[in-house]
């Protein structure tokens, strides 16, 4: 089983919203990723958790908030939001971090748009 | 920073053409994956490469990395509508995976 699964697909909020969105592996994967994607360019990384443990955070606004619960979910918190951040948000994950080249699996993605 | 380049950016081709994208490292590659992403959705993994002059087939896709590991290429061979989609190119950067700007390809029937 490949497969990471990413809830929900789509979702509409306004900017004085709290909302989550979740990501589940079952792959025992170690290390797992937020990604966020506009339209008509590749994935920016956000966040990297390894072991469960935030090990990268590139820079992101605190209105997003990574959580690791455990070795197979992933949610990213949300709140105050702000038009710009309309994207795809895609989780990923790998059976550790990298280091020696281990392929990442995607989830399909939750296309989110801020109102 | 290691800056990953793909060309074309674009491509059209007839069904049952073959076609070439590449994609070119400003740093020696130490890991170099190719994904396939259809419009909204996630990626597909391809490939990985790890040694220079590696070559990994998948059904009608070949990948290749060259021996100086700073260039890759995918090859389609009989391109068929379903190969349609984006096409990514990452690169394993100290921890993080970083994408070129993609190849976006198009299969006419």
């Known amino acids: 089983d490949t497969e990471v699964t990413q809830t929900p697909k789509h979702l509409v909020m306004g900017m004085t919203n709290k909302k989550s969105l979740k990501c589940e592996q079952h792959m025992g994967h170690r290390a797992m990723y937020w990604y966020k994607q506009k339209a008509k360019k590749p994935p920016e990384l956000m966040f990297v958790?390894?072991?469960?443990?935030?090990?990268i955070n590139e820079s992101v606004p605190s209105r997003f908030s990574p959580e690791c619960p455990n070795s197979s979910l992933l949610n990213l918190h949300l709140h105050a939001l702000q038009p710009e951040d309309s994207a795809l948000y895609l989780c990923?994950?790998?059976?550790?971090?990298?280091?020696?080249?281990?392929?990442?699996?995607f989830g399909p993605g939750t296309r989110l748009t801020v109102t | 920073s290691q800056e990953l380049e793909q060309s074309p950016q674009s491509l059209i081709v007839q069904e049952g053409k073959n076609l070439t994208i590449n994609c070119t490292s400003s740093?020696?590659?130490?890991?170099l994956y190719w994904y396939k992403q259809k419009y909204g959705e996630g990626l597909i993994f391809l490939m990985m490469?790890?040694?220079?002059?590696e070559e990994k087939s998948h059904e009608k896709i070949t990948a290749k990395l060259d021996e100086k590991k700073q260039q890759s290429s995918l090859h389609i061979t009989a391109s068929q509508p379903s190969h349609a989609g984006i096409y990514l190119c990452g690169a394993d950067n100290t921890g993080k995976l970083i994408f070129g700007q993609g190849t976006t390809l198009q299969v006419k029937p």
């Open positions: 740093k020696t590659l130490y890991g």
């Open positions: 490469l790890q040694k220079g002059g």
């Open positions: 990923a994950s790998s059976h550790r971090l990298t280091g020696t080249a281990y392929e990442q699996y």
């Open positions: 958790y390894s072991y469960e443990k935030l090990s």
